[in-house]
């Protein structure tokens, strides 16, 4: 089984910024990629950003120049940097990862989420 924790959160006034974090854990043999995604009150779940094992990174047009997705293969962890944050980034942040487990099964594994308040 694999588990996603992600952390981070919290309250921020516009033009604030913050720093989401995402480990993986569990019966991981390779990571393909992580990525997070967002959902807004009564919006579809939309992505965000995301990195490939090779280092390659996209993102929503909403975000870029603004958020940076990193990530640490050594830690099966990936991380969003937020900065310059809207009243529209307030959602729900989810943290998913694209693995192969230990016994050869390759699947889409997610967090619990995270709750982003921006206040303008």
């Known amino acids: 089984q694999v588990q996603v924790v992600e952390s981070g959160g919290g309250l921020v006034q516009a033009g604030g910024s913050l720093r989401l974090s995402c480990a993986a854990s569990g019966s991981i043999f390779s990571v393909n990629a992580m990525g997070w995604y967002r959902q807004a009150p009564g919006k579809q779940r939309e992505l965000v950003g995301a990195?490939?094992?090779?280092?390659?990174?996209k993102y929503a047009d909403s975000v870029k120049g603004r958020f940076t997705i990193s990530g640490d293969n050594a830690k099966n962890s990936v991380y969003l940097q937020m900065n310059s944050l809207k009243p529209e980034d307030t959602a729900v942040y989810y943290c998913?990862?694209?693995?192969?487990?230990?016994?050869?099964?390759?699947?889409?594994?997610w967090g619990q989420g995270t709750q982003v308040t921006v206040s303008s």
């Open positions: 998913t990862v694209d693995v192969w487990t230990e016994v050869h099964i390759r699947g889409d594994y």
């Open positions: 990195i490939r094992s090779d280092g390659s990174t």
